[in-house]
């Protein structure tokens, strides 16, 4: 990105001093930077030792054939231990693990860590006796229900990578998938609950096994969650409660190598066949739980954590399960979506079980500006002490909603960017130290060498833009692409020699933080000047009529690509009413914040905007409209009818 096209950009001077009740009593302070920077890995083999090995490793890194990481390799573990039965053995088997909270309002269910060791236990001795071995792949498709968290930790406890799949993909991303892993059992549901009804889930399991390279599978374990009828293949299928409700409820864990695979996560990307992100034992625990504990300051004795995530995504993987769990928390899993049976029922939730610490998204965060202040308002949250953020860069107005309306202008707020493949949070404040700026995940953790680059791999100075690069291997590093070493050196290992692309364009500002700008693939170029989408979607999301923002770049014969919004207004605004005066407003507006070169040239109120399931907005099928072109794959998307809606908004649309 050039320099003088960043010299228009966002300029944010808001600050928010850490509480000092928060810093007095951090998990981690200041001095954590120093300690790391004065003994990189010295720092993460002191993290490691957090956990319990069965063999406390004697190495740390092994770089020996870079970019293949080998961490703690001589060191043996057993992740479910880490994760259940240590906390049991301390004395800890009483504390709830789970609060679980189905989308039925009065389906709850509370486990304490005892009783997660003995769910843990049976499901372990029930895979096993279907002929799981270690190594075998499980794929696992569930709704977000205490046996996802029981199956995940089970194949971990037996040394079976598991490979969970989203419950909303389709049969097909899932076949590919099972496919891509060779999985031998596949671990599903009847159907799970969303908005109000059941929706079936097993159905889409028994299509995908029609389909070639799927014929491994030897099992398919169902939960029976809402009873209703489901297709049976005899010898094929078996119930979960006929199978794991009569195992013992013993189970003694093995130690595996720490390099020993855990799971296998896919990732769609925005081309190609997708790609199995392989992550391993010792090094992901680490990183996860020790994240886990600085970033949201956790204190398992007190603390209430709620990740909205699902356990489909890696944010599920890592800060619903791992991490949290490695830490010995108290967490919330629930089932449902956020306005189901209203707008309040997450609010209601941190109400009920008194949260203290909230891990969302972005986009979460501005559907509920949209719904208004009047919803959150209406409920207790004072409990909530950390607010976390993470999936897309948040708007500086989003960011400062989340506080004000869900922090009580109170709590830190801790931007998070990582991703599948880094396993772990990279980049973010910590809440006791980092005095925050609305929208910047600022600095690397503690422990994490991350920096911008230029086009010529040169880092750049404050001020300066350019792409995201992690500099020095990291203990939760993706360890390849499943079965595709290659691709795993092209996609990340190819662009800047030595360092991690992580496809992410970002800048740094004055004071040296990091400010991420989007997937560089969505990156504008108009009258030779690199624009972001992320900061022209931020200064319309400024202007108090805007709920949220989507900004794609389509080809112009002038200035080679133009500017296109498509903007959600908030809640209480009538576009109708307020026409083309609101339009000119806002280009305007944008004008005023960034410079008249990133003015859109022609902005579209729509209802809704094209997301993945995992709440990302796809700007590619934004493109297409915008370039008046039939749309692309859109098997991705939540929910296909919402560009249907969005072309009949275009001019000349039939
Ligand atoms: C954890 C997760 C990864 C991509 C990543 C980036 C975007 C995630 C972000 C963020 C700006 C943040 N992203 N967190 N962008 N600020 N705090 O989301 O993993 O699904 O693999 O997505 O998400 O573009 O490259 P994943």
Redesign the pocket.
Same mark, same amino acid.
């Given at each position: 990105m050039s320099n003088e096209s960043l010299a228009n950009l966002l300029k944010e001077e808001r600050r928010f001093e850490p509480p000092a009740d928060l810093a007095a009593a951090a998990n981690v302070t200041a001095e954590a930077y120093e300690q790391a920077k004065a003994d990189r890995l010295g720092f993460w083999a002191e993290q490691a030792r957090q956990l319990t090995w069965a063999t406390e490793p004697t190495q740390t890194l092994d770089w020996s054939n870079p970019p293949f990481a080998k961490w703690f390799a001589d060191g043996k573990l057993n992740v479910a231990y880490n994760c259940v039965d240590r906390h049991v053995e301390a004395g800890h088997g009483d504390r709830v693990a789970i609060h679980f909270e189905g989308e039925p309002a009065d389906d709850t269910r509370t486990i304490t860590y005892a009783e997660l060791q003995r769910e843990v236990s049976k499901a372990a001795n029930a895979l096993t006796e279907l002929g799981v071995r270690a190594g075998d792949r499980v794929a696992i498709y569930l709704p977000m229900i205490p046996e996802a968290v029981f199956a995940m930790l089970a194949c971990a406890r037996i040394g079976a990578p598991h490979s969970v799949v989203f419950g909303g993909f389709s049969a097909d991303a899932l076949a590919a998938r099972i496919e891509d892993a060779d999985a031998r059992v596949v671990i599903t549901s009847d159907g799970g609950y969303r908005r109000g009804k059941p929706s079936a889930l097993k159905p889409a399991v028994d299509e995908a096994l029609t389909r070639p390279g799927t014929e491994n599978v030897r099992n398919v374990l169902v939960v029976r969650r809402t009873g209703e009828d489901t297709a049976w293949t005899e010898g094929r299928d078996v119930w979960w409660h006929e199978l794991v409700d009569g195992q013992s409820d013993r189970h003694t864990p093995e130690a595996f190598d720490a390099e020993h695979p855990l799971f296998i996560l896919y990732?769609s990307g925005t081309t190609g066949k997708p790609k199995g992100i392989l992550h391993t034992t010792g090094g992901y625990l680490t990183q996860t739980a020790y994240t886990h504990r600085a970033v949201f300051d956790l204190k398992p004795e007190t603390d209430v954590y709620w990740c909205t995530a699902d356990v489909g995504?890696?944010?599920g993987h890592s800060y619903i399960v791992y991490g949290p769990l490695a830490n010995g928390a108290t967490e919330v899993l629930y089932e449902g979506t956020p306005d189901t049976p209203h707008q309040g029922r997450w609010w209601e939730i941190v109400q009920k079980y008194g949260v203290t610490l909230l891990y969302t998204a972005p986009t979460a965060i501005r559907a509920c500006m949209k719904w208004g202040d009047d919803i959150p308002a209406k409920f207790d949250l004072s409990s909530l002490r950390v607010l976390g953020?993470? %999936?897309?860069?948040?708007n500086p107005e989003a960011w400062i909603w989340y506080r004000k309306n869900i922090g009580g202008d109170r709590t830190p707020i801790v931007?998070?960017?990582?991703?599948?493949?880094t396993g772990a949070i990279m980049v973010s404040p910590l809440p006791g130290v980092t005095a925050t700026k609305p929208g910047s995940?600022q600095i690397p953790l503690p422990g994490i060498s991350a920096t911008v680059v230029d086009d010529e791999a040169k880092e750049v100075g404050n001020g300066g833009g350019g792409y995201l690069v992690v500099t020095e291997p990291w203990p939760s590093m993706l360890r390849t692409i499943w079965g595709d070493d290659q691709r795993y050196l092209d996609t990340y290992w190819s662009r800047f020699e030595n360092r991690y692309f992580?496809?992410?364009g970002a800048k740094k500002d004055t004071d040296g933080d990091i400010w991420?700008l %989007?997937?560089v693939d969505d990156v504008m170029l108009v009258s030779g000047h690199n624009i972001s989408t992320t900061e022209v979607e931020s200064a319309l999301v400024s202007h108090p009529k805007v709920a949220e923002a989507a900004v794609v770049g389509a080809t112009d014969p002038q200035t080679t690509q133009s500017i296109v919004a498509f903007v959600i207004l908030r809640g209480n605004v009538d576009a109708e009413a307020e026409g083309e005066a609101l339009v000119t407003e806002l280009r305007n507006h944008v004008a005023k914040h960034l410079g008249p070169i990133a003015k859109p040239k022609r902005i579209l109120p729509v209802a809704e905007l094209p997301k993945t399931r995992?709440g990302?907005i796809m700007r590619r099928l934004l493109r297409d409209v915008a370039e008046n072109r039939a749309l692309g794959d859109v098997t991705t998307l939540t929910d296909s009818s919402v560009m249907e809606l969005i072309q009949s908004k275009l001019p000349g649309a039939s």
């Open positions: 990732t995504w890696v944010t953020s993470v %999936g897309e860069p948040i931007d998070t960017w990582w991703q599948t493949e995940a992580a496809g992410d991420l %989007g997937r995992s990302k």
